[in-house]
Nanobody
Framework: QVQLVESGGGSVQAGGSLTLSCAAS????????LGWFRQAPGKEREGVAT????????FYADSVKGRFTISRDNAKNTLYLQMNSLKPEDTAMYFC??????????????????????WGQGTQVTVSS
């Protein structure tokens, strides 16, 4: 099983930046789709960004494109989300997740929560205006 440990959440003023980290352990070597999701109160869980660690192909939600950057350090089994120009609507609990299967290294990792069975504990991001 994959274990995920998140860090980096907090409170920030609109326009500020935060970097989230997610350290993966266990059989993470066999999972090449990693992603960041967020969920605000009363809303469905939303895919924010994903990466295929095999070849680096990324996905970004339209709402964060150009502001957020997903990256990974394969040697350290660590996933990052650099968040710039934060907006109040970015306020949510952020989760990192790992897929339960491998896909071809060149494939896009879809932002669909149900294909990611492994989740971190969540880290709160609050953006104030």
């Amino acid at each position: 099983q994959v274990q995920l440990v998140e860090s980096g959440g907090g409170s920030v003023q609109a326009g500020g930046s935060l970097t989230l980290s997610c350290a993966a352990s266990g059989k993470s070597y066999s999972r090449n789709c990693l992603g960041w999701f967020r969920q605000a109160p009363g809303k469905e869980r939303e895919g924010v960004a994903t990466v295929n660690t095999g070849a680096g192909r990324t996905f970004y939600a339209d709402s964060v494109k150009g502001r957020f950057t997903i990256s990974r350090d394969n040697a350290k089994n660590t996933l990052y989300l650099q968040m710039n120009s934060l907006k109040p609507e970015d306020t949510a609990m952020y989760f990192c997740a790992a897929a339960g299967f491998r896909v071809p290294d060149s494939d896009l990792c879809g932002p669909i929560p149900h294909i990611y069975p492994y989740w971190g504990q969540g880290t709160q991001v609050t953006v104030s205006s």
